[in-house]
């Protein structure tokens, strides 16, 4: 690991401590080599707007995915995006973004498709850099491009598909999108085009649990008392489940992958991508509505 | 409608982007963005007003109003954080400023796909224009109607 972890207390509760670094840690090592700091955000032109000093901007919908197929960059494509950013193998990569570091994590979770060794998130994200009056520049940071190896993308590990879910179903799953959502509410309100699925609800057995449940005020994750009062008593996961999270389109899921996987050291989470986008129209699957998490359909 | 029916100001805004490489049309976009003009002082105090567009996950919100004379203004606001977002509220306050109903009740509804930005931003993100433009017309109808 060519940068040392960041040693705060509250990042040594979690799980994996060196997944989180604090605003202060990398306000002191900007510029250190072999470390690069990557933007997502979901606003495409935000970056432009001001960016941490010699960070990189990665869009997750316009660069990650294939433009073709809905999937993500194959191995050649990761390796010359990231390449081309300056990111080698061996970089330690934090990546911080908007709102709550949703589009981070999302990043982050596509770099470990791809097994990238030392990939961060930065605890509370652009918001809380902003609040603590660090700098930003508009300046675009000066990249040398380098080779970054070949890696097939690794789809077993930490990503599900459909026919995954369905084999899953019985063993926890996790809506992290709105309660309107969850319950099938709000593709039936009038006047709302949302990129739609065909069919409002949830995947049967789904438990709802909102991704922002894991965020505090200030954009920071909870404690980890915290997020074990809500995953594990609330929710009831166990050490060795293995769980799926799910959203719309994969995204705020992969916050919540990040939580039950780095902050609490679940070892067999996967994101389900295709999320609700695909399930709720896809055929010949089952469906629940309402607020109740519904029941193992018969096979 | 084609380009020599759409309101002017919209298919200039057209004629701008198209002409652009896709990196340039985004640097348009931040432009418009830093251009969408001050919510009036009458609304400034009445949050109230305006209506928020659900399709956009940042907080925008609309307000299209007649004037005396029948024509339309569209009033937005956007945070600075969601530039973007602002950027797309900005074409269209812009671009209806001072239309009549009848043009922009004809304005097509795949106006904002036609900007070459499904490329460059993504057309997920297009459809929040989309999802604006369809809400400044039923405003407009109901004040018609109202």
């Not at chain 1, 109740?292 to 018969?298: F, H, I, T």
Request: charged share 25%; net charge negative.
């Amino acid at each position: 690991m060519p940068v040392e972890s960041d040693p705060a207390a509250k990042l040594a509760e979690y799980a994996h401590p060196e997944r989180l670094v604090t605003t202060e840690w990398l306000a002191e090592r900007l510029g250190r080599p072999g470390l690069v700091v990557v933007e997502s955000d979901e606003d495409v032109l935000l970056y432009e707007t001001g960016h941490i000093p010699g960070a990189v901007k990665v869009d997750w919908h316009t660069e990650l995915n294939d433009p073709v197929v809905r999937d993500y960059l194959d191995g050649e494509g990761f390796a010359a995006l990231v390449g081309s950013k300056g990111i080698a193998r061996d970089s330690t990569v934090v990546i911080y973004g908007d709102r709550n570091n949703w589009w981070a994590a999302y990043a982050l979770w596509v770099f470990t498709l791809f097994g990238h060794p030392d990939v961060r998130l930065l605890d509370g994200g652009r918001d809380k850099w902003i609040a603590e009056g660090r700098a930003l520049t508009t300046e675009p940071p000066s990249v040398t491009p380098v080779e970054y190896p070949v890696v097939e993308r690794d789809d077993t590990t930490v990503r599900a598909f459909k026919e995954d879910v369905l084999a899953h179903l019985g063993k926890p799953l996790i809506d992290v999108r709105s309660p309107e959502e969850y319950t099938g509410e709000r593709t039936h309100m009038p006047a709302y085009p949302e990129e739609g699925a065909l069919r409002g609800g949830h995947i049967p057995t789904a438990a709802s649990v909102p991704w922002a449940c894991a965020a505090a005020e200030d954009g920071t994750f909870k404690r980890r008392a915290e997020l074990e009062a809500i995953y594990r008593d609330e929710v009831g996961l166990r050490d060795g489940d293995e769980v799926i999270a799910y959203c719309r389109i994969g995204e705020r899921s992969s916050h919540t992958w990040f939580v039950l996987t780095h902050l609490l050291g679940f070892e067999h989470v996967r994101n389900y991508d295709g999320s609700w986008t695909e399930w709720g129209s896809a055929v010949r699957v089952p469906i629940a509505v309402g607020p109740e998490r519904g029941e193992v359909p018969g096979r | 409608m084609d380009a020599t029916t759409l309101p002017a100001a919209l298919a200039e805004t057209r004629e701008d982007f198209l002409a652009l490489g896709l990196k340039d049309r985004l640097t348009l976009l931040l432009d418009f963005s830093n251009e969408l003009p001050e919510l009036p002082e009458r609304y400034r105090d009445h949050p109230d007003l305006l209506e928020r567009v659900e399709e956009c996950q940042s907080p925008v919100f609309i307000f299209v109003e007649l004037d005396d004379a029948g024509l339309v203004h569209m009033h937005a606001t956007a945070p600075a954080e969601a530039p973007t977002t602002r950027g797309f509220a900005s074409i269209l306050a812009q671009g209806l400023e001072g239309l009549t109903p009848d043009e922009v009740m004809a304005i097509p509804a795949d106006y904002p796909q036609s900007l070459g930005l499904n490329e460059a931003v993504s057309p997920l993100r297009v459809r929040g224009m989309s999802g604006m433009l369809a809400r400044a017309k039923r405003q407009l109808a109901e004040r018609l109607a109202g």
